[in-house]
Protein backbone atom coordinates (compact mmCIF):
# COMPACT_ATOMS: atom_id res chain seq x y z
CA UNK A 1 0.00 0.00 0.00
CA UNK A 2 3.07 2.37 0.79
CA UNK A 3 4.26 1.33 -2.46
CA UNK A 4 1.28 2.43 -4.14
CA UNK A 5 1.25 6.28 -1.83
CA UNK A 6 4.52 6.95 -2.77
CA UNK A 7 4.42 5.97 -6.70
CA UNK A 8 1.42 8.66 -6.52
CA UNK A 9 3.36 11.27 -5.17
CA UNK A 10 6.07 10.39 -7.15
CA UNK A 11 3.86 11.07 -10.74
CA UNK A 12 2.45 14.28 -9.13
CA UNK A 13 5.80 15.33 -8.58
CA UNK A 14 6.70 14.53 -11.76
CA UNK A 15 4.05 16.01 -13.55
CA UNK A 16 4.87 19.52 -12.19
CA UNK A 17 8.54 19.38 -13.01
CA UNK A 18 7.09 18.20 -16.96
CA UNK A 19 5.25 21.73 -16.88
CA UNK A 20 7.27 24.06 -14.62
CA UNK A 21 5.87 26.73 -17.23
CA UNK A 22 3.18 26.60 -15.29
CA UNK A 23 2.38 27.60 -11.66
CA UNK A 24 2.61 24.63 -9.25
CA UNK A 25 1.93 23.91 -5.43
CA UNK A 26 1.93 21.24 -3.07
CA UNK A 27 0.74 21.14 -0.15
CA UNK A 28 -0.98 19.41 2.69
CA UNK A 29 -5.28 19.51 3.02
CA UNK A 30 -7.40 18.82 6.24
CA UNK A 31 -11.24 18.09 4.82
CA UNK A 32 -13.97 17.84 7.25
CA UNK A 33 -16.84 14.95 6.25
CA UNK A 34 -20.47 15.88 7.83
CA UNK A 35 -23.62 13.97 6.80
CA UNK A 36 -26.69 12.26 9.02
CA UNK A 37 -25.24 10.13 11.83
CA UNK A 38 -21.33 10.83 9.97
CA UNK A 39 -18.73 12.75 10.97
CA UNK A 40 -15.11 12.15 10.03
CA UNK A 41 -11.64 13.54 8.65
CA UNK A 42 -9.10 13.38 6.62
CA UNK A 43 -5.88 14.32 5.56
CA UNK A 44 -4.09 14.76 2.53
CA UNK A 45 -0.83 15.19 0.47
CA UNK A 46 -2.27 17.32 -2.47
CA UNK A 47 -0.91 19.16 -5.57
CA UNK A 48 -2.29 21.58 -8.02
CA UNK A 49 -1.10 22.78 -11.57
CA UNK A 50 -2.44 26.31 -12.88
CA UNK A 51 -2.65 27.07 -16.33
CA UNK A 52 -4.71 30.74 -16.64
CA UNK A 53 -7.78 30.54 -14.51
CA UNK A 54 -7.69 26.72 -14.44
CA UNK A 55 -6.36 24.48 -12.11
CA UNK A 56 -6.14 20.66 -11.70
CA UNK A 57 -5.59 19.19 -8.43
CA UNK A 58 -4.52 15.70 -7.57
CA UNK A 59 -3.99 14.47 -3.88
CA UNK A 60 -4.18 11.21 -1.71
CA UNK A 61 -6.15 11.04 1.79
CA UNK A 62 -5.75 9.32 5.16
CA UNK A 63 -8.91 8.80 6.85
CA UNK A 64 -8.76 9.40 10.29
CA UNK A 65 -10.98 7.00 12.21
CA UNK A 66 -14.05 9.14 14.49
CA UNK A 67 -15.41 8.09 17.18
CA UNK A 68 -18.58 10.19 16.37
CA UNK A 69 -19.85 8.23 13.77
CA UNK A 70 -22.09 5.15 14.49
CA UNK A 71 -19.56 3.05 11.82
CA UNK A 72 -16.20 3.71 12.79
CA UNK A 73 -13.53 3.58 9.89
CA UNK A 74 -10.40 4.23 8.46
CA UNK A 75 -8.66 3.92 5.12
CA UNK A 76 -7.18 5.81 2.60
CA UNK A 77 -7.94 7.61 -0.84
CA UNK A 78 -7.22 9.65 -4.07
CA UNK A 79 -8.91 12.55 -5.59
CA UNK A 80 -8.78 14.49 -8.94
CA UNK A 81 -10.40 18.29 -9.43
CA UNK A 82 -10.87 20.66 -11.16
CA UNK A 83 -10.99 24.78 -10.02
CA UNK A 84 -11.76 27.69 -12.29
CA UNK A 85 -10.77 31.25 -10.60
CA UNK A 86 -12.69 34.28 -10.78
CA UNK A 87 -10.56 36.81 -10.56
CA UNK A 88 -7.80 38.41 -12.94
CA UNK A 89 -5.42 37.99 -11.18
CA UNK A 90 -3.56 34.73 -11.40
CA UNK A 91 -0.80 35.14 -9.05
CA UNK A 92 -2.97 37.03 -6.19
CA UNK A 93 -5.66 36.19 -4.05
CA UNK A 94 -8.83 34.57 -6.28
CA UNK A 95 -12.29 32.90 -5.33
CA UNK A 96 -12.71 30.01 -6.95
CA UNK A 97 -15.68 26.65 -7.43
CA UNK A 98 -14.67 23.82 -8.69
CA UNK A 99 -15.49 20.02 -8.33
CA UNK A 100 -13.46 16.67 -7.36
CA UNK A 101 -13.89 13.17 -7.32
CA UNK A 102 -12.96 11.47 -4.61
CA UNK A 103 -12.41 7.17 -4.30
CA UNK A 104 -12.36 6.09 -0.95
CA UNK A 105 -11.24 2.42 0.15
CA UNK A 106 -12.29 2.21 3.91
CA UNK A 107 -12.13 -1.09 6.55
CA UNK A 108 -15.06 -0.58 9.20
CA UNK A 109 -14.77 -1.36 12.57
CA UNK A 110 -14.90 -4.54 13.86
CA UNK A 111 -15.97 -5.98 10.98
CA UNK A 112 -13.74 -7.99 7.68
CA UNK A 113 -10.74 -6.30 6.34
CA UNK A 114 -12.10 -5.94 3.43
CA UNK A 115 -11.72 -2.38 1.75
CA UNK A 116 -15.19 -0.85 0.97
CA UNK A 117 -14.88 1.38 -2.11
CA UNK A 118 -16.80 4.99 -1.98
CA UNK A 119 -16.73 7.20 -4.47
CA UNK A 120 -17.41 10.98 -3.59
CA UNK A 121 -18.17 13.49 -6.36
CA UNK A 122 -17.51 17.13 -4.47
CA UNK A 123 -19.03 20.75 -5.73
CA UNK A 124 -16.54 23.05 -3.90
CA UNK A 125 -15.79 27.26 -3.46
CA UNK A 126 -13.44 28.76 -1.85
CA UNK A 127 -10.87 31.85 -1.70
CA UNK A 128 -6.96 31.24 -2.55
CA UNK A 129 -4.92 33.44 -0.50
CA UNK A 130 -1.05 34.02 -1.11
CA UNK A 131 1.41 34.95 1.20
CA UNK A 132 4.73 36.32 0.20
CA UNK A 133 4.56 35.23 -2.96
CA UNK A 134 4.84 31.74 -1.91
CA UNK A 135 2.97 30.56 0.62
CA UNK A 136 -0.69 29.83 -0.35
CA UNK A 137 -3.54 28.94 1.94
CA UNK A 138 -7.08 27.92 0.45
CA UNK A 139 -10.40 27.75 2.69
CA UNK A 140 -13.32 26.15 1.12
CA UNK A 141 -16.80 24.53 1.49
CA UNK A 142 -18.08 21.73 -0.65
CA UNK A 143 -21.30 19.49 -1.22
CA UNK A 144 -20.57 15.86 -1.85
CA UNK A 145 -22.69 12.49 -2.12
CA UNK A 146 -20.99 9.55 -0.99
CA UNK A 147 -22.06 6.37 -3.07
CA UNK A 148 -21.04 2.69 -1.92
CA UNK A 149 -19.46 0.30 -4.63
CA UNK A 150 -18.89 -2.36 -2.55
CA UNK A 151 -22.18 -3.74 -0.98
CA UNK A 152 -21.69 -6.27 1.80
CA UNK A 153 -18.54 -5.04 3.12
CA UNK A 154 -20.11 -4.58 6.48
CA UNK A 155 -20.93 -0.63 6.66
CA UNK A 156 -23.55 0.96 7.62
CA UNK A 157 -26.58 3.41 5.74
CA UNK A 158 -24.92 6.31 7.23
CA UNK A 159 -22.10 5.62 5.22
CA UNK A 160 -23.96 6.67 2.14
CA UNK A 161 -25.64 10.32 1.18
CA UNK A 162 -25.34 13.65 1.31
CA UNK A 163 -22.25 15.28 2.97
CA UNK A 164 -21.41 18.82 3.88
CA UNK A 165 -17.17 19.72 3.68
CA UNK A 166 -15.33 22.47 4.68
CA UNK A 167 -11.71 22.28 3.96
CA UNK A 168 -8.53 24.19 4.48
CA UNK A 169 -5.13 23.68 2.10
CA UNK A 170 -1.97 25.05 2.77
CA UNK A 171 1.62 25.10 1.30
CA UNK A 172 4.00 26.30 -1.02
CA UNK A 173 3.84 27.58 -4.43
CA UNK A 174 6.51 27.01 -6.91
Do not use: W
Not at 24 to 47: C, H, M, P, V
Not at 90 to 106: D, K, M, Q, Y
Amino acid sequence: MKKYLTLLLIATVSISICRAQNLFELGAEYLRFIGKGYTTSKIAARGESFSNKNSFSAGITYQLASAKAYSVSSGFGFYAGYRYAFGTNTNGNNIFAGARLLFSLEDFEGKTRQKSLLITPIAEAGYHFIFAKRIYAAPSVGFGYTIEFSKGYNSLDEDVGKRFIPSLSAGYRF
